[in-house]
């Protein structure tokens, strides 16, 4: 991958007169019976005449209004006010409305809803697990919903080789927004993809790395996190033999122990280690990554990730850090959002820290490199594509970086503006990190096709066991790469 410097950009009525008139006459009579009525009658008439007049012009002016609307969605103008077109928009999410990302969308469309009453949606929640085998099923129905939460890299480029997603770098282009997605962000998706446009909306712009906390370190004697592998193992040593639970790993979502092997593999093996393989430049059979996959078992059998360990879920694993159970937990910056969560992070504001992994040998994998990703993103459906869903897009991507920095403190891959003031001292520490990123690298699976990914992730469970030697995990991988190479 090419080496690039992720930096974080920060940015960030027609009114209807409607004319009415009042006006009467009356007339002096000596018969004040005679001279009611005729007045009255006149008054009665200039009424019907001001209200009628006034309901031809509020009429015109809505029939300018409709004119105006649907001249500027004909001509693609989108630097005027929304045309408020009707769109019922259907999105599949893997995040339930009152969860993580699941709450930024929702909160997007409820507020467009007061730009454009005319904008309905449809929020259908699927397993993650199940997500891909979903979007298989969708593209071969051609149903893809309108939004639709996706995998970048490899299986994104499968929909954007089948031509069923739309390049949202042109759309952004074209309704003006390009700036409000940061370059960091662009980059890095343009780069998953391996394309000169982006076809995927960001979700997070993320580092990741090893969330630690800080009592339980002073408790085993450690005064300052590891830059090191073999400071790494000399500190988990230290944890374990003070009674404190080195790692907790989140195996039972199985991602969480691949990210582990992916750490120990490209710091061993270089940034472009797992894409030679899925390129078949190297086997993953080959003893690198053997060794990784040992490395992570030899932890599992020392008891550095406590009892149970494919029964633990991330959300349980981060809770062990947050509460003092465990000492160390690898995952994303995304889970500052947590730690932001004053009733859910006992360790406090400043209790919890953060190291990036650490190196082996530096002119394989320097320090500044960083496992990074856009967490899962959202991809648009080309066959519903229209002038409805590019003004909704418009509204999204200008508005969800505020919204994430307001409701989560976390950081979307879009620009805010937030000032660091501002900030709570997990989103300032996460800034700091993709601060210090100089180059990138990518998680386990991330140029895994589906078939291999699955078996990478289906067997991690059985290597943390012993079930599996580290030997025959990495080859029931090359044997799905083998297979998929043959179909």
């Known amino acids: 991958m090419k080496k690039k410097v992720l930096s974080v950009l920060l940015s960030t009525t027609m009114v209807l007169g409607v004319l009415s008139g009042c006006g009467g006459t009356s007339t002096e009579s000596n018969n004040d019976t005679a001279s009611e009525a005729p007045a009255e009658k006149s008054e009665e008439a200039t009424a019907e005449s001001t209200e009628a007049a006034s309901e031809e012009k509020t009429e015109e002016a809505k029939e300018e209004t409709t004119e ?71 593209v071969a129905s051609n149903d893809l919903p309108d939004m639709f939460v996706y995998e970048s890299g490899k299986p994104i480029v499968d929909l954007i080789e089948a031509d069923q997603i739309v390049d949202i770098g042109a759309m952004l282009n074209e309704i003006g927004s390009t700036d409000f997605v940061t370059p960091s962000a662009t980059s890095l998706l343009e780069t998953l993809s391996g394309t000169d446009t982006i076809y995927d909306l960001p979700l997070g712009l993320n580092v990741e790395g090893f969330w630690y906390n800080k009592a339980l370190f002073e408790q085993a004697g450690i005064t300052s996190a590891p830059v090191t592998w073999d400071e ?56 690198g990554y053997v060794a990784a996959a040992a490395k992570v078992q030899e932890w599992a059998d020392k008891g550095y990730f406590g009892e149970g360990v494919n029964t633990v879920d991330m959300n349980t694993a981060g809770s062990m850090l947050m509460t003092g159970k465990a000492a160390i937990f690898y995952n994303g910056s995304w889970f500052a959002s947590n730690l932001n969560d004053t009733s859910a992070n006992a ?43 590019k003004w909704f897009i418009k509204y999204f991507v200008e508005h969800i970086g505020d919204e994430a920095m307001t409701t989560q403190g976390s950081i979307k891959g879009y620009t805010y503006s937030a000032q660091a003031s501002e900030m709570s001292a997990y989103t300032k520490l996460v800034l700091d990190e993709i601060g210090k990123a100089q180059s990138a690298f990518t998680w386990y699976e991330a140029t895994m096709n589906s078939e291999v990914s699955d078996a990478a992730q289906s067997n991690v469970q059985m290597l943390l066991s012993g079930e599996m030697t580290p030997e025959n995990y990495m080859q029931s991988i090359q044997d799905a790469a083998d297979m998929s190479a043959l179909n």
């Not at 989140?250 to 390129?279: C, F, P, S």
């Not at 530096?362 to 990074?372: G, L, P, R, T």
Request: charged share 25%; with cysteine.
């Open 347 to 389: 360790a406090g504001e400043d209790g919890i820290g953060f190291f990036n992994i650490p190196t082996v040998d530096e002119s394989v994998s320097a320090i500044d490199s960083y496992s990074m990703n856009c967490g899962n993103i959202l991809c648009l459906s080309k066959a519903k594509e229209d002038e409805a869903t």
């Open 232 to 287: 790494f193992e000399e500190d988990l040593a230290k944890l374990h033999d003070a009674g404190i639970q080195p790692l907790a790993c989140g195996a039972a979502d199985k991602w969480g122990a691949t990210r582990l092997i992916n750490a120990y593999t490209v710091r061993t093996l270089g940034a472009d280690a797992l894409k030679n393989a899925a390129d078949g430049n190297a086997s993953y059979t080959d003893e």
């Open 68 to 138: 105006a609307t649907e001249t500027t969605a004909a001509t693609g103008d989108f630097s005027g006010e929304d045309p408020q077109l009707e769109k019922d928009f259907h999105i599949l999410s893997i995040w339930a409305e009152d969860n993580d990302n699941g709450v930024l969308i929702n909160n997007i469309c409820k507020a467009y809803q007061e730009v454009n009453p005319n904008f309905t949606y449809e929020y259908e929640l699927v397993s993650s697990d199940d997500l891909r085998q979903k979007v298989a099923t969708l």
